[in-house]
């Protein structure tokens, strides 16, 4: 590791702010039998885009424990590791209790004043000396909608800059840039109990049973009615065991694939004509693009073989309803847009859309991966999914915010770029919430760089993540139970987030500390709001007209009806749980669009000196960065390190059995890391968890290639080379490993 | 609950262990989970498989305890060791063809899953069938598991042992038992003439 500047040695910012995993509830376990709780709070799971019911157990002012809700239709009590385990957040030693301010031997507690006042004079005098885009802000797609529109609002007119995104950006936004070119909106076009309405489904790059695992159980009502399951990955996740066919494509090559089974099915002459000349444009280009890619030209390509990908083509066009889910297997490229355009271009050329059981979705990831991204602190999006670039839009928005249109920023930088503008030193100041970039950002030696560059860096969060670590000043702020709120759901579900308890000790909500900020800043009298659910009316307002129409959904409508599907523009409206069921568009003409796809290399290509692929993703028991699962001893247990899976084949290569130590090196960096022999892993190809921080950390290996649309990092592609490790490294003795 | 069964198919399961980790918040053993859980063969494979008590109807783990302390309920639920009664012999978990019993050493006793006693009678299904995400371990009517692919078995064979559970196994449609011995799945003629001719 490169020498990082930080207050104090890691020890004992550890010793202080941990991650201490907590392994058992408040009080022990045996504490709720004697002092039972005293209320059930219907919520969601804090942690995933699937945002299952939950029924939190408060006594006092802590959440002790949970109990599953079996009315709510989305999971009907279903929770995976997390939800079961995320009650231990409640009470975590770790929790940050006051605002901290950086001294230079560590952080000393500081009054909410001084805290307040000494962010709010570092951001005027930066903005003074460099001008308003000197400063930026990151946002969390964990964050309620309230907290997203408020960031949002906060950036542009508490301070000006036109600097405003957020760790979505390394998540959705492939798909998200997909759908609003071919469809004009972005979200999930169908709900998930459509999933066992269809005869076929194609789940392509994505790990449902460890990342959506709910989803699991519709994949499995798909099949008891008869339905047939393609799973397109490079490794064989548990879901594969059931798969009527199994795709184990190389990894970046989705994009092949998919222009191949177009290819056999228009060659098949298999596609759906009517619906193509009724609903559509652009096919005739999309046609010729895929000529090229035969079968045997796509096997060379992917490693699939041709038999399957005439088979898999064959399967999806034959069947009367199909549907093809896709996720970060195919979104985390280069070209993750096109990856995406091409399943759509395949669903479209075979009239699956807008009806029941038919169509292209995708799964969102992140806790509220759908709602944050639609109200404003996306860079290049005003409230209600509105483009900031259109005139009309920011006319509309400035009025619900009684500034004037001129007053709004333009689009500015995506998160990567903001890290890279930070490096170059065009921005000076950063302030962070619920964003652990250090940890999930590619490239995380870049990273520390820019961090170490900073002016300022003030970041808002509830733990000390790696990256608050470098913080000038942390604002203690709130965890997703305390405060009311709506969050959106994978399905394109509103979902009510209720309150159970307030932030404990003297730290404070979000919204109230974004508020402060801005009276702070000159700016108060457009962040007047006393609760969350005044934001949340005038992001109604703000949303209406648009996309993502909010208007008619209050948070008493959510309770009546178990969620109510955006768009939902009049409050007698019953919320859209299909999109396009009228044939129609979001675009003006409101024709579906065929978009063409070209062949590109990935960014960090395999070559003799790096001739194997590394891909990173995600296990069942941790959640993005790990700041909060990582400090919950029950998921740490489940899967404590990192590890490296590796087939017999290639371990072989390297004399490198079962449990060995290997080293795996990129263009960037090296870390060693315990193999994992396992044969549900193409030869070609080894995976990482990127869940972990410092010298564990996968992203010090990956790279900073952008898709050039939706500027989304190529995490599922880069290029490694391997040797089998002299011992065990200085990261293991430190945490007892191996 | 009345009308509910106890389901288990381990190829549904996904290894998830949100049933080990919800089976610990249980009530009566918070802190102990009681869920057998195993990778397969992890090398191999990504099978898993997650049990729970099968509950036989004659309880292997009963008849070998010397000290009368496991006891099945009219409602045909083998419970945990009473306390008093148990000497940690291990007697249940040597005999269990199931493997299913454990030792607490603390609480020097045998304890096992009870199917959540405290929750199925009061109207809500086990933890850890509820919190399933793949449905593996699932607590429903026989009519919603009649919709499934795979059909309920739950007659098992241990050599000659026959062993009738109240818990289900899932398994592929036109079997009505499972046998764990490979002898009964050789053809006997076959098997005989080939050790004859050597």
Same mark, same amino acid.
């Given at each position: 590791?490169?020498?990082?500047?930080?207050?104090?040695?890691?020890?004992?910012?550890?010793? !202080?702010?941990?991650?201490?995993?907590?392994?058992?509830?408040?009080?022990?376990?045996?504490?709720?039998?004697?002092?039972?709780?005293?209320?059930?709070?219907k919520t969601h799971c804090c942690f995933c885009g699937q945002q299952c019911g939950i029924q939190l157990k408060v006594r006092g002012n802590q959440v002790i424990g949970f109990e599953p809700w079996e009315e709510f239709p989305f999971n009907h009590g279903m929770l995976c590791p997390k939800g079961v385990k995320r009650y231990l957040q409640g009470g975590h030693p770790d929790r940050l209790l006051e605002p901290l301010l950086r001294t230079t031997d560590g952080f000393r507690a500081a009054s909410w004043d001084e805290a307040l006042e000494f962010t709010a004079r570092r951001l005027r005098e930066i903005q003074g000396r460099y001008g308003k885009d000197a400063v930026a802000i990151y946002g969390g797609a964990s964050l309620i909608s309230e907290k997203s529109y408020l960031l949002g609002k906060f950036a542009r007119v508490a301070l000006g800059t036109r600097h405003i995104d957020y760790n979505g950006r390394l998540c959705m936004v492939s798909a998200g840039t997909?759908?609003?070119?071919?469809?004009?909106?972005?979200?999930?076009?169908?709900?998930?109990?459509?999933?066992?309405?269809?005869?076929?489904?194609?789940?392509?790059?994505?790990?449902?049973?460890?990342?959506?695992?709910?989803?699991?159980?519709?994949?499995?009502?798909?099949?008891?009615?008869?339905?047939?399951?393609?799973?397109?990955?490079?490794?064989?996740?548990? #879901?594969?065991?059931?798969?009527?066919?199994?795709?184990?494509?190389?990894?970046?090559?989705?994009?092949?694939?998919?222009?191949?089974?177009?290819?056999?099915?228009?060659? &098949?002459?298999?596609?759906?004509?009517?619906?193509?000349?009724?609903?559509?444009?652009?096919?005739?280009?999309?046609?010729?693009?895929?000529?090229?890619?035969?079968?045997?030209?796509?096997?060379?390509?992917?490693?699939?073989?041709?038999?399957?990908?005439?088979?898999?083509?064959?399967?999806?066009?034959?069947?009367?309803?199909?549907?093809?889910?896709?996720?970060?297997?195919?979104?985390?490229?280069?070209?993750?847009?096109?990856?995406?355009?091409?399943? #759509?271009?395949?669903?479209?050329?075979?009239?699956?859309?807008?009806?029941?059981?038919?169509?292209?979705?995708?799964?969102?990831?992140?806790?509220?991966?759908?709602?944050?991204? &639609?109200?404003?602190?996306?860079?290049?999006?005003?409230? @209600?999914?509105?483009?900031?670039?259109?005139?009309?839009?920011?006319?509309?928005?400035?009025?619900?915010?009684?500034?004037?249109?001129?007053?709004?920023?333009?689009?500015?930088?995506?998160?990567?770029? #903001?890290?890279?503008?930070?490096?170059?030193?065009?921005?000076?100041?950063?302030?962070?919430?619920?964003?652990?970039?250090?940890?999930?950002?590619?490239?995380?030696?870049?990273? !520390?760089?820019?961090?170490?560059?900073?002016?300022?860096?003030?970041?808002?969060?509830?733990?000390?993540?790696?990256?608050?670590?470098?913080?000038?000043?942390?604002?203690?702020?709130?965890?997703?139970?305390?405060?009311?709120?709506?969050?959106?759901?994978?399905?394109?579900?509103?979902?009510?987030?209720?309150?159970?308890?307030?932030?404990?000790?003297?730290?404070?909500?979000?919204?109230?500390?974004?508020?402060?900020?801005?009276?702070?800043?000159?700016?108060?009298?457009?962040?007047?709001?006393?609760?969350? +659910?005044?934001?949340?009316?005038?992001?109604?307002?703000?949303?209406?007209?648009?996309?993502?129409?909010?208007?008619?959904?209050?948070?008493?409508?959510?309770?009546?009806?178990?969620?109510?599907?955006?768009?939902?523009?009049?409050?007698?409206?019953?919320?859209?749980?299909?999109?396009?069921?009228?044939?129609?568009?979001?675009?003006?003409? @409101?024709?579906?669009?065929?978009?063409?796809?070209?062949?590109?290399?990935?960014?960090?290509?395999?070559?003799?000196?790096?001739?194997?692929?590394?891909?990173?993703?995600?296990?069942?028991?941790?959640?993005?960065?790990?700041?909060?699962?990582?400090?919950?001893?029950?998921?740490?247990?489940?899967?404590?390190?990192?590890?490296?899976?590796?087939?017999?084949?290639?371990?072989?290569?390297?004399?490198?059995?079962?449990?060995?130590?290997?080293?795996?090196?990129? +263009? !960037?960096?090296?870390?060693?890391?315990?193999?994992?022999?396992?044969?549900? #892993? !193409?030869?070609?190809?080894?995976?990482?968890?990127?869940?972990?921080?410092?010298?564990?950390?996968?992203?010090?290996?990956?790279?900073?290639?952008?898709?050039?649309?939706?500027?989304?990092?190529?995490?599922?592609?880069?290029?490694?080379?391997? &040797?089998?490790?002299?011992?065990?490294?200085?990261?293991?003795?430190?945490?007892?490993?191996? | 609950?009345?009308?509910?069964?106890?389901?288990?198919?381990?190829?549904?399961?996904?290894?998830?262990?949100?049933? /080990?980790?919800?089976?610990?918040?249980?009530?009566?053993?918070?802190?102990?989970?009681?869920?057998?859980?195993?990778?397969?063969?992890?090398?191999?494979?990504?099978?898993?498989?997650?049990?729970?008590?099968?509950?036989?109807?004659?309880?292997?783990?009963? =008849?070998?305890?010397?000290?009368?302390?496991?006891?099945?309920?009219?409602?045909?639920?083998?419970?945990?060791?009473?306390? *008093?009664?148990?000497?940690?012999?291990?007697?249940?978990?040597?005999?269990?063809?199931?493997?299913?019993?454990?030792?607490? *050493?603390?609480?020097?006793?045998?304890?096992?899953?009870? =199917?959540?006693?405290?929750?199925?009678? /009061?109207?809500?299904?086990?933890?850890?069938?509820?919190?399933? *995400?793949?449905?593996?371990?699932?607590?429903?009517?026989?009519?919603?598991?009649?919709?499934?692919?795979?059909?309920?078995?739950?007659?098992?064979?241990?050599?000659?042992?026959?062993?009738?559970?109240?818990?289900? =196994?899932?398994? *592929?449609?036109?079997?009505?038992?499972?046998?764990?011995?490979?002898?009964?799945?050789?053809?006997?003629?076959?098997? /005989?003439?080939?050790?004859?001719?050597?």
């Amino acid at each position: 590791m490169r020498v990082a500047k930080l207050p104090a040695s890691p020890e004992s910012l550890r010793e !202080r702010f941990g991650p201490h995993p907590a392994y058992i509830p408040p009080g022990g376990w045996r504490d709720e039998s004697e002092n039972p709780a005293e209320r059930l709070v219907k919520t969601h799971c804090c942690f995933c885009g699937q945002q299952c019911g939950i029924q939190l157990k408060v006594r006092g002012n802590q959440v002790i424990g949970f109990e599953p809700w079996e009315e709510f239709p989305f999971n009907h009590g279903m929770l995976c590791p997390k939800g079961v385990k995320r009650y231990l957040q409640g009470g975590h030693p770790d929790r940050l209790l006051e605002p901290l301010l950086r001294t230079t031997d560590g952080f000393r507690a500081a009054s909410w004043d001084e805290a307040l006042e000494f962010t709010a004079r570092r951001l005027r005098e930066i903005q003074g000396r460099y001008g308003k885009d000197a400063v930026a802000i990151y946002g969390g797609a964990s964050l309620i909608s309230e907290k997203s529109y408020l960031l949002g609002k906060f950036a542009r007119v508490a301070l000006g800059t036109r600097h405003i995104d957020y760790n979505g950006r390394l998540c959705m936004v492939s798909a998200g840039t997909a759908y609003k070119l071919a469809f004009g909106v972005d979200r999930s076009p169908l709900p998930w109990n459509d999933i066992e309405k269809a005869e076929v489904v194609l789940v392509a790059g994505a790990n449902v049973a460890e990342c959506a695992p709910i989803t699991t159980d519709y994949l499995w009502r798909l099949r008891d009615a008869g339905g047939k399951l393609i799973v397109v990955d490079p490794r064989m996740t548990p #879901i594969c065991r059931n798969a009527d066919l199994y795709l184990p494509v190389r990894p970046g090559t989705d994009l092949a694939l998919y222009m191949g089974l177009l290819h056999v099915v228009l060659r &098949e002459g298999l596609e759906n004509r009517e619906f193509i000349s009724g609903h559509t444009s652009g096919f005739e280009t999309v046609a010729e693009s895929v000529r090229a890619w035969d079968p045997r030209t796509v096997a060379e390509k992917t490693g699939v073989p041709p038999e399957a990908i005439e088979r898999a083509a064959h399967m999806f066009a034959g069947a009367k309803r199909a549907i093809a889910m896709h996720a970060r297997g195919v979104e985390h490229q280069s070209k993750g847009v096109e990856n995406c355009l091409a399943l #759509i271009n395949l669903c479209l050329a075979t009239g699956n859309i807008g009806r029941e059981g038919a169509g292209c979705t995708m799964i969102t990831g992140q806790g509220n991966g759908q709602g944050g991204r &639609e109200h404003g602190q996306k860079c290049d999006q005003l409230p @209600g999914q509105r483009s900031i670039a259109d005139p009309e839009a920011r006319a509309h928005t400035a009025r619900v915010w009684g500034i004037s249109p001129q007053e709004i920023p333009q689009a500015g930088y995506t998160a990567v770029e #903001i890290m890279e503008a930070i490096h170059r030193g065009e921005i000076k100041a950063l302030l962070s919430c619920c964003f652990n970039p250090l940890v999930s950002l590619p490239d995380a030696n870049f990273t !520390r760089e820019a961090l170490e560059r900073l002016e300022f860096f003030g970041v808002v969060d509830f733990f000390l993540s790696e990256t608050a670590q470098h913080a000038d000043v942390v604002l203690a702020g709130s965890l997703q139970e305390e405060e009311e709120g709506i969050g959106c759901s994978a399905e394109g579900r509103v979902i009510h987030i209720r309150k159970a308890v307030e932030p404990p000790g003297n730290a404070k909500a979000d919204s109230w500390i974004y508020c402060e900020l801005a009276k702070r800043l000159g700016r108060g009298e457009f962040f007047a709001f006393r609760t969350t +659910r005044e934001i949340y009316d005038e992001l109604r307002e703000a949303s209406r007209g648009g996309h993502a129409d909010y208007y008619g959904i209050t948070y008493e409508k959510i309770d009546e009806r178990m969620g109510v599907f955006w768009p939902c523009p009049t409050l007698e409206h019953a919320g859209t749980p299909r999109l396009f069921e009228d044939g129609r568009s979001f675009h003006a003409d @409101g024709k579906h669009r065929f978009v063409a796809t070209e062949w590109r290399e990935s960014g960090d290509p395999v070559a003799p000196d790096y001739p194997i692929y590394l891909t990173t993703g995600r296990v069942v028991s941790q959640y993005l960065s790990g700041t909060q699962t990582r400090r919950i001893g029950g998921l740490l247990e489940q899967y404590p390190n990192p590890l490296l899976e590796i087939h017999p084949r290639l371990a072989q290569q390297y004399g490198i059995a079962d449990g060995d130590w290997v080293r795996v090196s990129s +263009r !960037r960096w090296a870390i060693t890391l315990q193999a994992m022999v396992v044969k549900t #892993i !193409r030869p070609d190809t080894v995976f990482i968890p990127y869940h972990w921080p410092g010298d564990r950390s996968a992203n010090l290996l990956t790279h900073r290639t952008l898709d050039p649309r939706s500027k989304i990092p190529e995490y599922k592609v880069s290029a490694c080379r391997l &040797e089998k490790a002299p011992g065990r490294p200085e990261w293991a003795a430190r945490e007892g490993r191996g | 609950m009345f009308g509910y069964e106890f389901y288990v198919d381990p190829s549904r399961c996904i290894g998830c262990q949100s049933c /080990v980790k919800a089976c610990e918040e249980c009530e009566t053993h918070r802190g102990k989970s009681m869920i057998n859980f195993d990778f397969i063969d992890r090398g191999e494979t990504t099978a898993t498989a997650a049990y729970v008590c099968w509950h036989c109807d004659e309880p292997t783990c009963a =008849m070998v305890c010397p000290a009368d302390a496991i006891k099945k309920g009219e409602d045909g639920i083998v419970q945990s060791s009473l306390k *008093p009664r148990c000497i940690g012999c291990s007697n249940c978990v040597l005999a269990c063809p199931f493997g299913i019993p454990k030792i607490i *050493p603390e609480y020097e006793q045998m304890m096992k899953c009870d =199917m959540c006693y405290d929750r199925t009678s /009061v109207g809500k299904r086990p933890m850890c069938a509820t919190v399933c *995400p793949s449905q593996a371990l699932a607590y429903v009517r026989p009519e919603e598991i009649a919709r499934r692919r795979e059909k309920p078995a739950n007659v098992f064979y241990f050599g000659r042992q026959r062993v009738a559970t109240q818990v289900r =196994m899932m398994v *592929p449609a036109e079997t009505a038992s499972v046998s764990l011995d490979v002898l009964d799945h050789i053809w006997e003629e076959s098997y /005989v003439a080939a050790s004859q001719s050597r």
